[in-house]
Each structure stands twice: as structure tokens, then as C-alpha cells.
């Protein structure tokens, strides 16, 4: 089976707290999934679970404690990430946060394209821009020279993730691309991805809290908790018939799966709680309704039930 992306045993820790008092919270703890061309993989679960972490060190922007990503066979090295040019491309939450207010939103796109001298002169890049925006529903003449102001949220992140295909890329990483679009456009952007994977052949690493649109735009998703993935697996089997508790009770915060529903529930649970992170055993434990003595001081094993990955004791037996 061709993969895309795999991400292999990846930690993350940060140290909090003063020389005297530190704590160390493992963000992600030994997370392993892989991403096929041509597909859209979520990674789902509430505020401070770790995904974000995850993306930031795909990207770059961290260093991993211990783990490896591999791009197309490719190995990340510590120091050099060439390789994150080579077909990887990042849409972020705030379409706003994108773009500089004084700045039009077209230079952004001419920079873009010289930076990575994508084109010789200015027809053939306006030709390129113009490309990719009608791919997103958009075009040249209706965007160019205008400010970020001039446009409303989901419109700009139309204009993010059209930015994000002028180097072509195999692989989009979308961290929330919608939790700050308005839920009457939310529908769009998540039809966007879907419409770049089945035409385009662009992989979509779909970062989210939000359930509702992981079930529909998603293929496999990972649902995780506090650093852990605890089920993984085909989004119908995961949402439609959860096995892990924690996946259980997100699962009951969604509507059942109707295809004349809009699907624009947001799930929202606690923030982060370090008690949990640096629970010795299952990191759920003390919210879990099926909880067991093993739980408190036992990590779970990982185990496979009906394809699906779940992180529990409950499945793995004495």
C-alpha cells in the first residue's frame, strides 16, 4: 500500500514551570498513522489533545522529542527540512491571521510564486493565480488589488487555501480551516477539500474538534486524548459504531448521520487538564464509565478490533 506521509512513534514534551517546580507534560506520546495519496485523514478531538503539536511538528515548526516523519520515503532530517517543499502546503484557522490588514492579498500570491520561481513573468503568474482561485470558486479579477477587509471570512480562506495550491502540493495540512467561518459557509470550505481530493488527487490532513465535518469530508480519522490516539480507523466504523468510551461520548454530542442534515455541530469539551496528562495509566480514566483497578496505573495496549485501532483495556483482555 503507497503511502503518502507516515508519522512513527512521535513524541512531544514540554517543560512547565519554574527550575524548582517543573513538570513535564507530554503532548503527543508515541503517535503512529499514515496518510494514502488521494485522501482526506482527520485527526479529531477536543481543545489541547495534542493535534495542533502534531501539525506544528509536520510542518516544522517543532522538533520531536523522539519519532519520525517520512514524506514520500523520504525521512525528516533534525536540521534540514527541504523536504517540506517538496508537496506539503498548510491552511491555518484564521483566514484573518493570515494576511496583513494593509497588505493587498495578491502580493501575497506574486511572492509566493517567486519565492519559489514558479514562473518567469508577470502574465504567465496572473495566469497561475487565476488557475488556482477558479479551483476554489474564485478568480484573478474579483480579488486582485483588494485587502483582506474586503472580503469575508470564508472567502479568504478560499483565498488561503488557493495560495496553498500554486506549488501544486500532494498533501494539505488544514489545522481548524473552519472553526472561524461562519457555519452558514462552513459547508463550502469542507466541500472544497473533498472536491481537490477527487479531482485534483491532493491528501488532506484535516485537523479538527468538529465531528460533524470530519464525518463528512473524511476517510479514516483518529479520534485523540491528551497526547494519545485512542481509536483509528474508517471514519463510518469510528463515528458510526465507537469503541473506545471517550469516542462514545464524543459520538453522542453529534447528530445521527443523515444525509439531509447540515452538518454544523461543533463539539466542545473541557480545556486542558494536566492531572490527565500525566496520569501514570489510561490518560481517560477518570472519566470513563467503564473504568477498571488496571486503568489507574496501567497504560493501555494498542488493540485491533473489527479494523479499527482502539487504545483500551477493556479490549485487550486479562
Request: proline share 4%; hydrophobic share 40%.
Amino acid at each position: 500500500m503507497e503511502k503518502l506521509l507516515e508519522v512513527e512513534h512521535l513524541s512531544k514534551v514540554f517543560t512547565r514551570g519554574s527550575v524548582f517546580s517543573r513538570i513535564r507534560i507530554t503532548a503527543t506520546d508515541n503517535v503512529s498513522f499514515y496518510i494514502k495519496p488521494a485522501e482526506i485523514f482527520a485527526l479529531a478531538g477536543e481543545s489541547g489533545c495534542g493535534k495542533t503539536t502534531i501539525a506544528r511538528m509536520i510542518l516544522g515548526f517543532e522538533e520531536p522529542s523522539s519519532g519520525v516523519i517520512v514524506h514520500k520515503g523520504k525521512r525528516e532530517a533534525q536540521k534540514e527540512k527541504v523536504w517540506i517543499t517538496e508537496g506539503i502546503q498548510a491552511v491555518f484557522q484564521n483566514p484573518f491571521g493570515t494576511f496583513n490588514p494593509l497588505r493587498t492579498v495578491d502580493r501575497y500570491f506574486f511572492e509566493t510564486i517567486q519565492n519559489y520561481k514558479l514562473v518567469r513573468n508577470k502574465e504567465d503568474a496572473i495566469r497561475l493565480i487565476d488557475e488556482k482561485l477558479k479551483a476554489v470558486g474564485l478568480s484573478y479579477e474579483e480579488f486582485s488589488g483588494k485587502y483582506p477587509s474586503e472580503f469575508s471570512g470564508g472567502q479568504l480562506q478560499r483565498i488561503s487555501i488557493a495560495r496553498a495550491l500554486l506549488t501544486n502540493p500532494t498533501l494539505l495540512i488544514a489545522d481548524e480551516p473552519v472553526s472561524m467561518v461562519d457555519a452558514s459557509l462552513r459547508m463550502s470550505i469542507v466541500n472544497l477539500f473533498k472536491k481537490l481530493k477527487e479531482e485534483f488527487g491532493v491528501s488532506v490532513l484535516y485537523i479538527t474538534h468538529d465531528l460533524a465535518t470530519a464525518y463528512y469530508v473524511s476517510d479514516r480519522i483518529a479520534i485523540m486524548f491528551r497526547g494519545n490516539i485512542v481509536e483509528m480507523g474508517p471514519v463510518e466504523k469510528v463515528l458510526m459504531e465507537p469503541k473506545h468510551p471517550y469516542t462514545k461520548l464524543l459520538r453522542e454530542s453529534i447528530p445521527e448521520a443523515d444525509s439531509n442534515k447540515r452538518w454544523d455541530t461543533v463539539i466542545t469539551l473541557a480545556d486542558t487538564e494536566y492531572e490527565e496528562y500525566l496520569r501514570a495509566g489510561c490518560k481517560f480514566a477518570g472519566r470513563c464509565p467503564d473504568v477498571m483497578d488496571r486503568c489507574k496505573d496501567k497504560a493501555p495496549p494498542d488493540v485491533y478490533v473489527d479494523g479499527v485501532l482502539v487504545k483500551c483495556h477493556k479490549y485487550a483482555g486479562e
